[in-house]
């Protein structure tokens, strides 16, 4: 058995409704999930990254560059439940679920969650939060807010514009979909079943907190621009051309 402090699995289906095939989509010159890969691997505080993927184009074209790459069951239903199938065989202290539409995703954040599990005993997960700026993100439900208590543990995440802002000036944070979760930990959520909560915003964090644990929200500066649309994905093109000078 493969021993490891950190390892971080990026689940990858070919299927999505929106956008199928996303993980092989060409973002000027590379895949959309090479590109994730390669900025998981600039992570300083990961020993190990491992695509888990249901799709042999996926693994292909992965294990073409030399890249770890588990084949999981097509049947497996979420992305935690993926990375936990991909961990069979390695033993390690934390596990981080990065999302593998995310090819902007800023390695310092990895970094911050595997050091907040790292010193935070009573978390037994970790995931970042970014402040909003923009008010009309608050009413947008594909924007996932976190409010949390005054050491950073989550009291909720919800789709709706929490916490509503009665008598003072709103302020609002986003949550961004990566978690850190101890390794002994996901070993316990993933034979948890579906809470009330969770089924009502389709969120699955809040199964956590349903079941009595502590999430730590980790602030951060850096807002990952996720790809789930064709806008979306031609936006990522965009940035990534500012930063590249690629045409």
Do not use: W
Not at 5 to 29: C, H, Q, T, W
Not at 224 to 238: A, F, I, K, P, Y
């Amino acid at each position: 058995m493969n021993n490891h402090f950190a390892v971080g699995i990026i689940p990858a289906r070919y299927g999505s409704e929106r956008l199928p095939g996303k993980p092989m989509a060409d973002i000027n010159g590379k895949t959309m999930i090479t590109r994730v890969v390669e900025q998981a691997e600039k992570a300083g505080k990961l020993d190990l990254v491992i695509v888990a993927t249901d799709d042999e184009r996926i693994a292909e074209h992965l294990q073409g560059s030399g890249k770890r790459v588990v084949m999981t069951d097509r049947s497996i239903k979420t992305g935690t439940d993926r990375c936990f199938a991909a961990l069979e065989g390695i033993d390690c202290t934390i596990a981080v679920n990065i999302q593998g539409d995310e090819p902007l995703l800023d390695p310092l954040t990895i970094d911050a969650l595997i050091e907040e599990l790292s010193v935070d005993t009573d978390a037994v997960c970790a995931t970042p939060v970014i402040k909003i700026s923009e008010v009309n993100d608050a009413g947008d439900p594909s924007v996932v807010k976190a409010v949390f208590d005054k050491n950073g543990y989550a009291l909720y995440f919800s789709r709706s514009q929490i916490p509503f802002p009665r008598y003072s000036k709103p302020f609002y944070y986003r949550h961004q979909g990566i978690y850190a979760y101890r390794y002994d930990f996901l070993k316990k959520f993933v034979r948890f079943e579906m809470s009330e909560l969770e089924i009502t915003e389709s969120l699955e964090q809040l199964r956590i907190l349903e079941n009595g644990y502590k999430i730590k929200c980790v602030k951060t500066e850096s807002f990952s621009q996720g790809v789930d649309t064709e806008s979306d994905l031609e936006e990522v093109r965009n940035i990534i051309i500012s930063k590249e000078g690629l045409r």
